[in-house]
């Protein structure tokens, strides 16, 4: 049941990642890596985990999954916006 709840929070928090990424304040990308960064101190801080190496390791891949989701959300929301200029265009020609 733990793995299954941890699974959820996980895709939870790639979709919310995604969701901020690609609105129009970039910034809000930061939130998710901020907020894994407080939870996994946390945890660490509390014994969560056996080892430093572990605790670096897992925030590093972390860090690394969000900031490519982070791009992908800048990618699409620039892509949305091309297409919005390019129908604006079109609109304006006829």
């Given at each position: ?9 996980i895709t939870v928090g ?70 919005e200029l390019e129908r ?7």
């Amino acid at each position: 049941m733990n793995f299954i709840i941890s699974a959820l929070f996980i895709t939870v928090g790639l979709g919310l990642q995604q969701l901020l990424s690609s609105r129009n304040n970039p910034y809000l990308g930061v939130i998710m890596p901020l907020l894994l960064t407080i939870v996994m101190t946390w945890r660490y801080l509390n014994g969560g985990y056996n080892s430093f190496l572990a605790y670096v390791l897992i925030l590093g891949f972390g860090w690394i999954v969000l900031s490519v989701e982070w791009s992908n959300g800048r990618k699409s929301f620039k892509k949305k916006q091309e297409k919005e200029l390019e129908r604006m265009r079109v609109h304006d020609t006829l």
